[in-house]
T-cell receptor, first 114, second 109 residues
């Protein structure tokens, strides 16, 4: 257990539905990252926060995706109008404050879109 | 071409063998991470390198900044080392990690 938790661990939804995932980072960590990983591939960066500010977003993050970290603590990732191609493991990681700091990963949320 | 390339993609070894996994990258970086991912998804950070060499138990990681290359070595491999090993770089211009596709290691008893 790295200290980073994610909920739910598994989500099965039908195409077109909205889903929301939650990440609770290590409490003193300022940075929070979201990644997506498909089978047999390495993770891909989606977005990251420094405290409550969303500093960078990947071009993978279409307008159907939105992430928030309202009080600089937990974060949510919402996917609207899900598509089958959204099926993946969504990983959250947190770190202290620098880009080079060790990132601590949560267990991930596995999304299956039917 | 991916910015981070790992080799080999798959590796099968006998218990006790010395293992090397390679990582090459094509961008300017501020640091390189080696990560371990077990079945079920959990990712654990093994090393963060910006130069030279680090050792932790049976694991050794090296980086050559000029050649844009890093290696992860496992001495006296054990079946519990079976996992996917992922190389990831922190680009100088960005804050996020860019990942390789991973090397799937299987150590047979």
């Amino acid at each position: 257990d790295t200290g980073v938790s994610q909920n739910p661990r598994h989500k099965i939804t039908k195409r077109g539905q909205n889903v929301t995932f939650r990440c609770d980072p290590i409490s003193e960590h300022n940075r929070l990252y979201w990644y997506r990983q498909t089978l047999g591939q390495g993770p891909e960066f989606l977005t990251y926060f420094q405290n409550e500010a969303q500093l960078e977003k990947s071009r993978l993050l279409s307008d159907r995706f939105s992430a928030e970290r309202p009080k600089g603590s937990f974060s949510t990732l919402e996917i609207q109008r899900t598509e089958q191609g959204d099926s993946a493991m969504y990983l959250c990681a947190s770190s202290q404050g620098l880009a080079t700091d060790t990132q601590y990963f949560g267990p991930g949320t596995r999304l299956t879109v039917l | 071409k991916n910015e981070v390339e790992q080799s080999p993609q798959n590796l099968t070894a006998q218990e006790g063998e010395f293992i090397t996994i390679n990582c090459s990258y094509s961008v300017g970086i501020s640091a390189l991470h080696w990560l371990q991912q077990h079945p079920g998804g959990g990712i654990v950070s093994l090393f963060m390198l910006s130069s030279g060499k680090k050792k932790h138990g049976r694991l050794i990681a090296t980086i050559n900044i000029q050649e844009k290359h890093s290696s992860l070595h496992i001495t006296a491999s054990h079946p519990r080392d079976s996992a996917v090993y992922i190389c990831a770089v922190v680009m100088r211009s960005q804050g996020n990690l860019i990942f390789g596709k991973g090397t799937k290691l299987s150590v047979k008893p």
